[in-house]
């Protein structure tokens, strides 16, 4: 009588390998939905710190909101423009020291009210133009020149952007030919209770940091502090987004259209 060898056959060794790949075909997926539920906490903290931080500048500032723009003599400080750029090289953006001048939520920053510059890049963020590791190198962040600027192949401006859109916008403000105010909220009062102020990137659909429940969604901070994950079907259908993306209409009324859907202000947001 023969006595079995110890060890494996072939075909035990081929339905423990099959095995092995049914679980990881399991929990892999499972595991990526929760690191992504992590992320979507996590960049929601930062908003609400946003948000504190705003009411703290705020209180020490005569109620005002961070200054939109830090180019004073250039066009007024609260122009909307660019929602994302927290420094700029170009010239009347520097000091005579060479330093930068700080805007929207840099001045956060600068006045220590936020201590970490991280807390302005969601950890989900796709594009590099919006992450926080693209702009520490060679100088630390705040600083310019950044090789990324110039070396991701696309010719950016020497720009420290952040990755969230801030948008603080005043109900009662002149309006453009699009129905977008043409300046930022200049108060924390004079604020629109309805829509938020600041939300995740809401540039291009394909680039939305979150998903919940296979949808797209997007962490928003509104007036009275309180943070909203919005993944409402209707708001990354609108056609803004195509919009925006084919140019058709400008960038920030285009975020203008969508922080209404957000606010539910509107189901049917299109550019007038």
């Known amino acids: ?25 399991i929990l892999l997926p499972a595991l990526s ?12 903290g930062q908003v609400k710190q946003v948000g504190i931080a705003v009411l703290a500048y705020a209180s020490d ?32 953006y520097i000091d005579a020291n060479g330093k930068p001048l700080p805007m929207k939520l840099a001045l956060l920053y600068e006045g220590k009210f936020i201590t970490e510059p991280k807390v302005f890049y969601c950890p989900s963020n796709i594009e590099p ?50 129905g977008t105010p043409v300046e930022s909220a200049r108060t924390i009062d004079s604020q629109d209770t309805r829509i938020p102020y600041l939300t995740d990137l809401v540039r291009h659909l394909t680039a939305i940091s979150h998903t919940r429940q296979r949808h797209p969604a997007v962490n928003a901070l509104f007036k009275d502090g309180h943070v ?5 079907t209707y708001v990354f ?3 803004v987004w ?26 049917d947001a299109t550019a007038q």
């Open 1 to 25: 009588m023969k006595t079995r060898k110890g060890g494996f056959t072939l075909i035990e060794l081929l339905v423990v390998i099959a095995v092995i790949a049914l679980l990881m075909a």
């Open 33 to 44: 939905r929760a690191r992504e539920s992590a992320k979507r906490i996590v960049c929601s």
């Open 61 to 92: 500032s005569a109620n005002r909101m961070p200054t939109y723009n830090s180019n004073v003599e250039k066009s007024q400080p609260y122009l909307l423009n660019h929602s994302y750029a927290l420094y700029r090289a170009d010239p009347g």
């Open 129 to 178: 133009l919006y992450k926080y590791s693209s702009y520490c190198l060679p100088r630390p962040w705040g600083s310019l020149p950044q090789q990324f600027n110039v070396e991701d192949g696309e010719g950016h401006n020497q720009w420290i952007r952040m990755g969230y859109t801030y948008l603080p916008t005043d109900p009662r403000a002149n309006r453009d030919a699009t």
């Open 228 to 232: 909203s994950l919005c993944n409402e």
């Open 237 to 239: 259908e609108s056609p």
């Open 242 to 267: 195509g919009q925006m993306e084919a140019g058709a209409i400008p960038e920030l009324a285009g975020n203008y259209l969508i922080f209404k859907l957000i606010g539910g202000q509107s189901r």
